[in-house]
C-alpha cells in the first residue's frame, strides 16, 4: 500500500493534512517536491507534461517533530472537480501564486473553493521568485487585495524559489506557526474517511486511500462502506500511514486502508468509510449561503462537492441565503458540513453553503418556503436544540448527535427542553402529552367503569392519533394540525425499550401508575356499573347457600356474562371455578369445615352429601381445594383432608 504520508504513532508530535491551491504551471508540486523530497505527481502523462491531474501526495516532518502531509491539487481549469476533490477534506491549505505571473485565472477559482469550504488555517506561497525578483511585493499585494473578506484574508505571506532554496528556512517556520494554532482533532470522534483513491494490490487485496480528520481506525474494525455503488459493512484488514504499516491512525492523517471482500471495481472516490451507524444518510438537506451567487438566481440544477464526492443536485431557494438542496445520491453529512456548488460544465463556484439541516420537514402547505426560510435565517450555525425538539415535541439525544449538533451533558439544555430518558422534549408538548393522556384515561374509565385501566399501547397510539398533517419525508416523525391549523408535533413513532420510557415519563407526569401493561389512577379498582345489581344478588344467594351454584340460565338473567364475571373476580366478589360454575370466595374454607368433618378418606359422592349439592358443583370444588393443596386425591374416587 502506498500514498500515506503519516505515521499514527508518531501523532503525539502533532500531524497535520495540508491541500495546494492555485493556478496551473504556478509551481505547486515543484514547491512540495521542495519541501518534502518527494514527487507528488503519480502518473507518467503528468511527468510527461508538467502537469498536474490528479490528485498527489508527499510527506515531511518539521524541525519540531510535527509531521506533514502535502495532498497535491491540479490547477488547470479542466480538472476543478479533482481540485475539490483534494481540498475538500483537507483542515489547511497553502495558496500558491507565482511571482513572475501574479494573480490569474484559476487563483479566484481556488480561492473562492476554499473560501466555499470554510478552511479558516493556511498559508500563502509567492512561488518562484528568481523568475520575478523585483515583482514580489507587487504581487503580495495583489494576493492580500484578492484575499480580502475571505477565510484566509489574514494568512501568512512568505516568499520562496523552489529552484533555489530562497525563503524555503522561512517557510518551514510559518508552516510551524500555522499548524500550532491549528484546531487540534478528536480522535475519539466518529470516522468519514472520504475515499479519494480506490485499487487493488496483489496479494493484498482492495485498497483505499484518504485523509483522516477525526476519529481513529484500528486493524480489524467493521466500518460502513457508503457509495455511489456500495453500501454494506467491511473489514479492515491493514492499515499504513507514510508507507509504513501500523496497527492504528488516528487524525489528521493520509492513511490507506485494505479492506475485506470488497473488489476495488465497486469503488469509486467520493465513497466513504464511516463508523457504522453513527452517520446520517439522507439525500435532502437544507442550506444557508456562505458566498457566491444567490441562491434564488434561478439556477436550479448543479453539481454539490463535499469531501471527496461531487454529486448532481437540485436547489429549492427558499431566499438569496436558503434553500434546499437534493442531492442525486445520498451522502454521509451533519449539521455545519460545507459544501461547493457549481453549475455542470463551469469552471467556477457558484456558491458555497452550510449545511443546517439533515432531517428538514416536508414542505406541502401554501407559504412554507418562505417560513422556512425565516426559521433558517434565526437558527444558530452550530444548530437549534430547541427548534430541533420543538419541532419534533421529542427526539432521541443520539439523533441530534448523529445530526452533528453538540449536545451537552451537563443540563445545560435550553430553556423549554427537558432531558426525559435520553429524550429531549419541547416543555410545552410534553405538557400537551400529559393532559392528553389525563384526559384519555378519565374519559375511557367514565366509559368502561368495568376496565382495570387502559391499555398502555392505547396511550401511546392516542398521542399519535392527532389529526394529520403529513407524515415526514423520513418516516421517523409526524406533524400534526390542531383546531387553528396550527402544526403540533405526535408522539415519535415505535415500540422498542426507547419509546416505551418516554410514554412511562408522560404516564408518570400525569399522576397514573401502570401495572399489568394498564395505566390508571393510583389506587383505581374496576366498578361493576350495570353488572353491581346482579352480582350483589349472587352474592345474597351464595351468602344463604354457599354451594348452591348460580345455573347458567341465572347468570343470563341477572345480566352477567364473561366479562362481568372477570371483573367481579379481579375485585375479589366471586370465585369461578371450571365449566363456568360461580361460588364465593369463602366457599372453599367453608367446605374444608365440613370435609376435615368426614371419615378419612372420602368419596366424591360422600363429599357431595356432605356438602348438599350436585355432581356438577361438587366435582371443580374438590379439584380446586386439591389444587391448593387442601386435599389429596388417593385413586380414582377417594381423597383425604391434608392435616
Known sequence: MTDTPHAADEATAGTFVIATAGHVDHGKSTLVN?????EPDRWAEEKKRGLTIDLGFAWTTLPSGRELAFVDVPGHEKFLA???????????????????????AQSSDHRDAINALGITHGLVVITRADLAPDSAETTKAQVSAQLRGT?????????????????????????????ATATAPSTSGRVRLW??????????????????????????????????????????????????????????????????????????RGDALLTAGAWPIVDTIDVRRTMGEALDSG?????????????????RAFDADHARLTLDRPLPLQVSDRIVLRAPGSRNVFAGLLVFDVDPPELTRRGDGARRAQELAERPIEGDILAEAAR???????????????????????????????????????????????????????????????PVKAVAEALRRTPDAGRRRTGETKRNASSKGKMRPALPEGTGPSIR??????????????????????????????????????ERRLAADPFAAPEAHDLRELGLGARELAVAEKAGRILRLGDGIIVSPRTPAQAMRILAGLDQPFTTS??????????????????????????????????????
Open 501 to 538: 420510557t418516554l410514554v412511562n415519563a408522560i404516564i408518570f407526569r400525569a399522576g397514573l401508575e401502570t401495572a399489568d401493561g394498564m395505566v390508571r389512577p393510583p389506587g383505581h379498582s374496576a366498578g361493576l356499573g350495570a353488572a353491581e345489581p346482579g352480582i350483589a344478588e349472587i
Open 195 to 268: 475515499v479519494d483513491r480506490a485499487f487493488t494490490i496483489k496479494g493484498a487485496g482492495t485498497v483505499v486511500t484518504g485523509t483522516l480528520t477525526a476519529g481513529a481506525l484500528t486493524t480489524g474494525d467493521a466500518v460502513e462502506l457508503r457509495g455511489e455503488t456500495v453500501d454494506r459493512t467491511v473489514g479492515v484488514r491493514g492499515l499504513q500511514s507514510r508507507n509504513s504499516t501500523t496497527s492504528q491512525v488516528v487524525p489528521q492523517a493520509r492513511v490507506a486502508v485494505n479492506l475485506r471482500d470488497v473488489p476495488a471495481d465497486d469503488l469509486h
Open 606 to 643: 360422600q363429599a357431595r352429601q356432605a356438602l348438599g349439592t350436585t355432581r356438577r358443583v361438587v366435582i371443580p370444588l374438590l379439584e380446586h381445594l386439591d389444587g391448593r393443596g387442601w386435599t389429596c386425591r388417593l385413586d380414582t374416587t377417594h381423597r383425604e383432608v391434608v392435616r
Open 299 to 315: 439556477v436550479h440544477e448543479l453539481m454539490a462537492h463535499i469531501g471527496t464526492a461531487a454529486v448532481p443536485a437540485r436547489l
Open 82 to 104: 479533482n481540485m475539490l476533490a483534494g481540498l475538500g477534506p483537507a483542515p489547511i491549505a497553502c495558496f500558491v501564486i507565482a511571482a513572475d505571473k501574479g494573480w490569474q
Open 34 to 38: 521542495a519541501l518534502t523530497g518527494m
Open 392 to 454: 419534533r415535541g421529542a427526539v432521541e439525544r443520539s439523533v441530534l448527535t448523529r445530526f452533528g449538533l453538540h449536545v451537552p451533558d451537563d443540563g445545560s439544555l435550553p430553556a423549554e427542553v427537558e432531558d426525559v430518558g435520553g429524550w429531549l422534549v419541547h416543555s410545552p408538548v410534553l405538557t400537551s402529552w400529559v393532559e392528553s393522556t389525563k384526559s384519555l384515561v378519565s374519559r375511557e374509565l367514565a366509559a368502561s367503569p368495568m376496565a382495570a385501566g387502559v
Open 151 to 179: 477565510t484566509l484574508e489574514s494568512a501568512p505571506i512568505v516568499t520562496v524559489s523552489a529552484t533555489t532554496g530562497e525563503g524555503l528556512p522561512a517557510l518551514i517556520s510559518i508552516l510551524d506557526e500555522v499548524t
